[in-house]
C-alpha cells in the first residue's frame, strides 16, 4: 500500500475494511465472519480459533492472513542485523524437545566467561545492533554474574542493544539469588539488559507443559514474568513451540492466553511461532507439523492476535523458502542475520547462518515486498536498498487493492 508509514498503520481494521476480499475468503463464512469481527473491532476467540484450525481453507486462512498484514504494514517485511551467542548449555532441567541443554559433566558443556562472551560478539560488533543470548539453567549462577554479564557487555559495546533472558532463566536466577521477579529483572534492567526474547512459551497448557517440559514455570509464570518485565518498561516478544503433542484448540488457547496478556501489560512487540525440529531420540510421540501446518498457525497467529504487532517467520527454524512462503501468509518480520546460533542448529535446523542483510534483503524481494531494516524495539526504521544488480531476476509489482 503506498503511504504506509515505515512503523505500520494504527487504524489498520480501517483500511482492511477497504480491502476488496478474495473469494476464498468472501465465500468461506467462518472467514468472512471473522473479517467482520476485525473490521468491527472485536477478536477471534477460542471457538473461532479452533474452527480456524480446522478448516480445510489454508489458502483463505492465509489469504486473510495476508490481508491484515498488509493492512498494518503494506509491502513491507522487517528484518535486523543481530547475533545470537548462548551463554551456557548446562541446564538443571531436561525438556523433552531440548536438542541444546548438557549435564555440568558432559564433554560438550560449556559456560561461557564474562571475557569470552565479549570475544564472541567483537567479531562482529561494527555490523549488528542487536546480541540475543539465552542459555540453559545454570546451577551456579546468580544475578551477579547476569550483571557483570551485561555490564561489560554495554561498556565494550555501547550500541548493541541485549535482547536476553527466556521467562523461566529469569525465574531460576531469582530463586538462586534469593530475589523476586521484579527486583532480578530491576537489577538486570540497571546493568544493561534491554529486552526479553520470549523463548520458552512453548504450550500455554499446563497439562502439555507436564508432558513436554515438566519443572519449566507454569503458564500463569511465563504470562507473570513477562507482565513484570512489561511493568518495568522491558519490551518482550512471546513464542510458541508447536508439533509436540498439543491438540489444535491448545494452539488455540495459547494463542488466546497471549492477546488476554497483551491487553493487560501491552509489552508484547512481536509473537514468534516455530515447530519441534524432531530426530529419533527425543519426543518419539510427537505429532510433527507439516508444511500446511507451519503456514497455518503462521496465519492464525495474525488472525488472533490482532493486539500483538509483529509475527515473525523465524527463518532460524523454519529455513528460508517455507519463511518465504509465510510472507504471505501473515508474517511481516523475518528475523536478522544472526551469524550464529546453536538451539535450533543441534536440534537438525539447516538454516543458513552466513545470511547478510542483502541475503535476506533478496528473500523479501522475491515475494514482492520492501525490505525495511528495523531496530530491536521497532523504533527506528530504515528502507534496505540492495546493491546494483543488472542481471537480477525482475519479478511483477503486487498491485495495490485499495
Ligand atoms: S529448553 Fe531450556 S530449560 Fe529446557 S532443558 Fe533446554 S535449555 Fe534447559
Redesign the pocket.
Known sequence: MIGTPLAGNNNWRKVLQNFSLPVSVKHDSLLAECYNILVNGGYIDVELGTKLFESPNLSGISALADLIKKSRFGNYVYFNDNLHVNTT?I?????R??A??KGPRHNDAYALSVDEYLHRIKPYSEIIDEVHS????HPDWTVEFYEELYRAAKKTFPHIHIKSL?A??VKHISSRSGLTVEETLSRLKLAGLDSLPG??AEILVDSVRNRI?RG?ESSEEYLAIHEIAHGLGIKTNCTMLFGTVETVRERAIHLHKLRIQQDVSNGFQCFVPYPFLPDKSRLPEAQLASLNEIIRVIAISRIMLDNIPHIKAYRMNIGSNVASIALNSGADDIDGTVNHEE?MHEAGSSARLDSDSEELAKIIENVNSTPIKRNTTYSNFTRYKRKPNDDRRRLPVAQSTS
Open positions: 548449555n541446564c538443571v532441567l531436561a525438556c524437545f531440548c541444546f541443554r539465552v542459555g540453559g539453567l527466556t523461566v532463566e523463548g520458552g517440559c519449566k538451539i
